[in-house]
T-cell receptor
Framework: KAGVTQTPRYLIKTRGQQVTLSCSPI?????VSWYQQTPGQGLQFLFE???????NKGNFPGRFSGRQFSNSRSEMNVSTLELGDSALYLC?????????????FGPGTRLTVL | AQSVTQPDIHITVSEGASLELRCNYS??????LFWYVQSPGQGLQLLLK??????LVQGIKGFEAEFKRSQSSFNLRKPSVHWSDAAEYFC????????????FGTGTRLTVIP
């Protein structure tokens, strides 16, 4: 079974631009969560989507948004990029996702904001 | 609110030596606890998890962890470290039933000396 895939793997943007990252979960998984990983703040939860609905949201500004499609693929969007948005963005999937279940992580998208 | 503390930022051990990585959590109820490992350029891989039952849990790659409620700890151990264990290790606590978001510690980087 194929793992979680994320595209693109690397991305360079400039301040003020917007970016869209994509995540394809493991086949059959309906929950997709997004995390931001930075050296200063570590791993922080952004949001989770389950059956096309946002189920949980972390403490990030509204510039960070996401969505999930009927095939469970998910995208996250960051508008008006800031230097501090440079990070590794990880997505994780599982089914059905009851807190105690393992999440399967993708390799991440490395975003650099110049 | 949930939180996780990993007091050791960096640990160096010799190959073949034993290993213990510390993790302390803060959570009001019985926590869902996880240890993940991240190799350079990779996503996170689950080593083991605890949510109930036997407080000593076995994981992959020869790792084990012990849940101690009285100490709010979930330390990771391995009796004999291999060079391939060099990576970053993250302890995490789950937000609870119905919620998939994880709260991560800041990680412990493990260096293995031949």
């Amino acid at each position: 079974k194929a793992g979680v895939t994320q595209t693109p793997r690397y991305l360079i943007k400039t301040r003020g631009q917007q970016v869209t990252l994509s995540c394809s979960p493991i086949s059959g998984h309906r929950s997709v969560s997004w995390y931001q990983q930075t050296p200063g703040q570590g791993l922080q939860f952004l949001f989770e989507y389950f059956s096309e609905t946002q189920r949980n949201k972390g403490n990030f500004p509204g510039r960070f948004s996401g969505r999930q499609f009927s095939n469970s693929r998910s995208e996250m969007n960051v508008s008006t990029l800031e230097l501090g948005d440079s990070a590794l963005y990880l997505c994780a999937s599982n089914f059905p996702g009851q807190g105690r279940d393992e999440q399967f992580f993708g390799p991440g998208t490395r975003l650099t904001v110049l | 609110a949930q939180s996780v503390t990993q007091p050791d930022i960096h640990i160096t051990v010799s190959e073949g030596a034993s290993l213990e990585l510390r993790c302390n959590y803060s959570y009001g109820a019985t926590p869902y606890l996880f240890w993940y490992v991240q190799s350079p350029g990779q996503g996170l891989q689950l080593l083991l998890k605890y949510f109930s039952g036997d407080t000593l849990v076995q994981g992959i790659k020869g790792f084990e962890a012990e849940f101690k409620r009285s100490q709010s700890s979930f330390n990771l151990r391995k009796p004999s470290v291999h060079w391939s264990d060099a990576a970053e290790y993250f302890c995490a606590v789950g937000a609870g039933t119905g919620a998939n978001n994880l709260f991560f510690g800041t990680g412990t980087r493990l260096t293995v000396i031949p």
